[in-house]
T-cell receptor
Framework: EPEVTQTPSHQVTQMGQEVILRCVPISNHLYFYWYRQILGQKVEFLVSFYNNEISEKSEIFDDQFSVERPDGSNFTLKIRSTKLEDSAMYFC?????????????FGPGTRLTVL | AQSVTQLDSQVPVFEEAPVELRCNYSSSVSVYLFWYVQYPNQGLQLLLKYLSGSTLVKGINGFEAEFNKSQTSFHLRKPSVHISDTAEYFCAVSEKAAGNKLTFGGGTRVLVKP
């Protein structure tokens, strides 16, 4: 069964460093998402991406964040200058169809630790 | 804007006993409703979803949920749990019109004891 994959599973970085989290969505999916979950808190929406552009972003997704689909298979989340409060589990998700009725499929997550 | 509240952060339950996980939502527009499960060290997996029609929805692994519009609730139930049901369960909504992002509740950790 096709699945969303994410690499790395765990990333440790120093404050101020840039990180890139990678996701490979399901191959025929057209809509892509990033969510994050700070330890002990809710899963929060960061950004959605369709047709090579951001379709919606949350207040969390400020200028330090960017997303890209560089090669038609990968979907990346870049944090330019990490802060301690960026430490969280980051989930990538994808879905095939337009509309909220279609299921979003999630990857296993990347745990980001900022020291 | 929507919000989702899961009233129980942890639910211990004995094997073969029933379990109910509570979820209430708030939204000014019509929404779709979802339950996801997260097993240890894995991603979020869809258990079931309510789109329209019958208010009782059946999902995978013997779970079902009932949509109650007047109480804005979408509680999840299983009549008899197994050890393998130990996991965290998330209730989520998405707007019908916008049809995009999911808004999640805080999650309920279910611990099934032998």
């Amino acid at each position: 069964e096709p699945e969303v994959t994410q690499t790395p599973s765990h990333q440790v970085t120093q404050m101020g460093q840039e990180v890139i989290l990678r996701c490979v969505p399901i191959s025929n999916h057209l809509y892509f998402y990033w969510y994050r979950q700070i330890l002990g808190q809710k899963v929060e929406f960061l950004v959605s991406f369709y047709n090579n552009e951001i379709s919606e972003k949350s207040e969390i997704f400020d200028d330090q964040f960017s997303v890209e689909r560089p090669d038609g298979s990968n979907f990346t989340l870049k944090i330019r200058s990490t802060k301690l409060e960026d430490s969280a589990m980051y989930f990538c998700a994808s879905r095939r169809l337009a509309g909220g009725a279609d299921t979003q499929y999630f990857g296993p997550g990347t745990r980001l630790t900022v020291l | 804007a929507q919000s989702v509240t899961q009233l129980d952060s942890q639910v211990p339950v004995f094997e073969e006993a029933p379990v109910e996980l509570r979820c209430n939502y708030s939204s000014s527009v019509s929404v779709y409703l979802f339950w996801y499960v997260q097993y240890p060290n894995q991603g979020l997996q869809l258990l079931l979803k309510y789109l329209s029609g019958s208010t009782l929805v059946k999902g995978i692994n013997g779970f079902e949920a009932e949509f109650n519009k007047s109480q804005t609730s979408f509680h999840l139930r299983k009549p008899s749990v197994h050890i393998s049901d130990t996991a965290e369960y998330f209730c989520a909504v998405s707007e019908k019109a916008a049809g995009n992002k999911l808004t999640f509740g805080g999650g309920t950790r279910v611990l099934v004891k032998p």
